[in-house]
């Protein structure tokens, strides 16, 4: 091969080599801008979950609460009850 025949097909060798990096960064842009979106994803289903346990939790200590009452209120009729057959 002479070198004329490297001139004439350097130009071309180049131009494949540009048009394939080129092609190797768009799919690469293109996968990363997929994994972003699946990772926006994910992070709002982290971020619903953490609401729904903040609710959960909330549920919970307001029914303990009222169980807690409902114990009380139960102990004072109780006694109530002692009381009156007592007397």
Do not use: C, W
């Amino acid at each position: 091969m002479s070198v004329e025949h490297i001139y004439q097909i350097l130009p071309l060798a180049s131009g494949a080599f540009v048009a394939f990096a080129l092609y190797l960064i768009q799919r690469i842009n293109n996968r990363m801008d997929k994994m972003q979106n699946e990772l926006t994803v994910v992070q709002v289903n982290i971020a619903k979950a953490q609401q729904e346990n903040v609710e959960l939790h909330t549920h919970i200590r307001r029914i303990d609460k009222n169980i807690n009452s409902l114990f009380k209120k139960v102990e004072e009729l109780l006694v109530a009850v002692q009381k009156n057959g007592n007397k």
